[in-house]
């Protein structure tokens, strides 16, 4: 079975940094990725990452270590537009994906 | 270019009914699925499609049927609907299924009274 845990919720102030902490216990792993998820609206994919390592896209960046089943969201220089879930999910070995419950984060002013 | 439609965008249905959601997608996609999202669960997958003549079970496939017919639609049956069906559905598709990148649907937003 899959486990994948993450944060409820996390609030932060705009142009802060906030770091969305995900471990994971899986059978098998072939990548963990990152989606966001507006209130009422469908995911959007984020990152993606196979090898541990950062992952840097613009504000974003995805972190993953294989050894510890241990991967984080930074997101810098928050705006409005931020506030939102964020979905962790891993790629088991039957490449199907397994979502952890996601994290809300809140944006103020 | 339309990506993923969903239809419904939203249902309310009498328990013991049966309903059919649709999905189609316009991206020539091999791999399609099916995900319910439940508040404090996040996404389980209920049924998948690695191409088109081929389905296979999720996490949660008990009361829920496929079809994948041609490439472009994946319907979703609830043949006898129960309240605990009552979810939001998403669809989703990717070139296959070691694609990197799954692209959601719009959703469903289903009521089983």
């Known amino acids: 079975g899959q486990n994948i845990d993450q944060p409820t919720e996390m609030t932060a102030t705009e142009g802060a940094i906030v770091q969305i902490n995900c471990t994971y216990q899986t059978s098998g792993f072939n990548g963990l990725f990152w989606y966001q998820q507006h209130a009422g609206e469908a995911p959007t994919f984020l990152s993606y990452n196979v090898l541990d390592g950062l992952e840097e896209k613009g504000r974003f960046s995805s972190f993953l270590s294989r050894s510890k089943g241990y991967s984080y969201l930074l997101l810098k220089e928050l705006q409005m537009k931020d506030s939102a879930s964020y979905l962790c999910?891993?790629?088991?070995?039957?490449?199907?994906?397994?979502f952890g419950a996601g994290t809300t984060v809140t944006v103020r002013a | 270019i339309a990506g993923i439609t969903q239809a419904p965008t939203s249902q309310i249905l009498a328990a013991g009914r049966r309903m059919t959601l649709r999905c189609t997608q316009d991206?020539?996609?091999?791999?399609m699925y099916w995900y319910r999202q439940d508040l404090g669960l996040g996404l389980r997958l209920i049924h998948y499609s690695n191409t088109a003549g081929t389905t296979g079970k999720g996490e949660v496939p008990d009361g829920y049927s496929v079809s994948r017919a041609n490439t472009d639609d994946f319907p979703l049956t609830l043949a006898s609907a129960v309240p605990s069906q009552t979810s939001v559905y998403f669809c989703?598709?990717?070139?296959?299924?070691?694609?990197?990148?799954?692209?959601f649907g719009p959703g469903t937003r289903l009521t089983v009274l």
């Open positions: 989703a598709s990717s070139g296959g299924l070691e694609s990197n990148e799954q692209f």
């Open positions: 999910a891993v790629k088991s070995n039957d490449y199907k994906l397994s």
């Open positions: 991206m020539r996609h091999n791999a």
